[in-house]
């Protein structure tokens, strides 16, 4: 067994891609020397470090928590460590895997390689050996988590650019917003971010973490309000094997894949009351319990929260826990819808104009100075985010289409009011209905034309009797 030394610091690769403290190592190791010296090193380094004597506990423990990576020896009492890799790699088992031995020969290193270990290590080691190969298997844990990330904004069919945390316009408002983002960016504080949908709200929350301390980690995103609820707590908190029907395997949950870094809980007014507790837990003890598990993880994630809805009147009525607000709305911003803020809808058309142009690969089309001020006197009910898709539709049809800022002025002609009798309301349900009948009555289709949550798109209906 190697012999107790002094421990230096990590080697520079653990701290190059972030802190040791986000991840978690499981010690499997007959051997009650080995365990300690393998504990003693890491416990400073890691968030979570366990140890087990025997595979048999080593399995109840895996059934409790996932583990980002386990040392385990190959000589174990009942069943070899290599034995019992087979098995877990047979049943899904993901984490990375460093297996020890006192004694191998190379058919056992050619076997242990084979059955899916991510390092073999010869007892007597240096404890720059085993730190270094932990170092690798959690590089290759992060580079999981940031391919799963990437194929999750590929697969939510993101805007283009959607990692671009500009935010455009030179409007008072806006002005104020971004003076708001660089106080509130340095501090870990959570932010409520409110605003009618479009006006951009997720842009507020990447700028506020591209101007942070954790810009260099993850920012993930989450629509609070696109998903059924019984399955939001396992895509935030993770699951273990068997925690529930369908589970065939573990899975880490969003706010692991955020370590270090940012979750964006978007439409947060539609999460569930059992949710809302759970999340208010989450944010005071900063650990997360995935389901099905025994034990909470820490996890160092700075939340912001954005929604359409008037929480403090939801709060009234019941639908949202006080205490959750308070703990949400620590500061706050608001972004004006904008019919309240012309200024900035002809910098933000030559902008989108820009974007999908290069996205699409055509020439930019010309915005005349007559046109730009027919757009600023409409009043634009999807706000930015129906802005960008009509200067999309006017890249593939080659022209402007008046239509898309007509159709409200005809209408209110023809039921006899002016501009001035049709309110905001009024514009947003005729826009609704409007792309509703386009889409044939497709609820789907028509949520993601205008870019909303089917759920919050049916919440409308009702409300209209629709």
């Not at 609820?229 to 908190?237: N, V």
């Not at 068997?242 to 539609?270: M, P």
């Not at 006197?377 to 999807?382: A, F, K, N």
């Not at 205008?450 to 798109?457: A, F, M």
């Amino acid at each position: 067994m190697a012999a107790v030394q002094p421990l230096p610091a990590p080697p520079r690769e653990a701290d190059q891609f972030g802190a040791w403290h986000q991840y978690s190592v499981l010690v499997v190791d007959d051997e009650p020397g080995m365990r300690n010296f393998l504990t003693r090193a890491l416990s400073s380094r890691c968030g979570i470090v366990d140890a087990a004597a025997s595979v048999t506990e080593a399995m109840r423990m895996i059934e409790q928590r996932p583990y980002d990576m386990m040392v385990l020896d190959i000589a174990m009492p009942g069943k070899s460590g290599v034995e019992w890799l087979h098995e877990l790699r047979g049943v899904g088992y993901q984490g990375d895997v460093i297996l020890i031995t006192a004694y191998a020969d190379l058919e056992t290193a050619i076997g242990a390689l084979r059955g899916g270990a991510s390092d073999f290590i010869l007892k007597p080691f240096r404890i720059d050996q085993i730190l270094n190969a932990i170092g690798r298997c959690f590089d290759r844990t992060r580079l999981k988590r940031e391919n799963y990330l990437l194929r999750r904004e590929i697969a939510s069919h993101a805007e283009v650019e959607p990692n671009s945390p500009e935010m455009v316009g030179d409007s008072p408002a806006l002005r104020q917003i971004r003076l708001l983002i660089q106080r509130l960016a340095p501090l870990p504080s959570t932010v409520l971010i409110t605003g009618a949908s479009g006006t951009g709200k997720e842009v507020a929350a990447r700028a506020l973490h591209h101007q942070s301390p954790r810009a260099e980690r993850p920012f993930v995103a989450i629509n609070c309000g696109a998903m059924a609820p019984e399955l939001i707590e396992s895509e935030l908190f993770g699951h273990l094997k068997g925690a529930f029907t369908g589970a065939s395997g573990a899975r880490e949950g969003l706010f692991f894949y955020a370590q270090g870094g940012t979750l964006f809980l978007d439409e947060v007014g539609e999460l569930p009351p059992l949710l809302q507790t759970r999340l208010l837990r989450v944010l005071e003890e900063k650990k997360v319990r995935p389901v099905g598990a025994e034990r909470e993880i820490p996890v160092d994630v700075r939340v912001v929260a954005a929604t359409n809805r008037d929480l403090g009147k939801a709060v009234a009525e019941g639908r949202f826990r006080q205490d959750l607000y308070y703990r949400l709305d620590v500061m706050h911003i608001y972004i004006p819808p904008l019919a309240e803020r012309p200024e900035d809808i002809a910098p933000l058309a030559r902008h989108f104009m820009h974007q999908i142009a290069a996205h699409l690969g055509m020439p930019e089309l010309p915005l005349a100075a007559e046109l730009l001020e027919k757009m600023r006197g409409y009043p634009w009910p999807g706000n930015a985010r129906e802005l960008r898709n009509v200067i999309e539709r006017t890249l593939i049809l080659g022209q402007f289409p008046m239509a898309c800022i007509g159709g409200e002025a005809a209408a209110a002609a023809r039921s006899g009011e002016t501009a001035e009798d049709v309110s905001m309301e009024t514009v947003e349900r005729r826009h609704i209905l409007k792309v509703l009948d386009d889409a044939a009555g497709n609820k789907s289709e028509a949520a993601r034309r205008l870019g909303l949550s089917r759920k919050t798109l049916e919440r409308k209906c009702a409300e209209w009797g629709i």
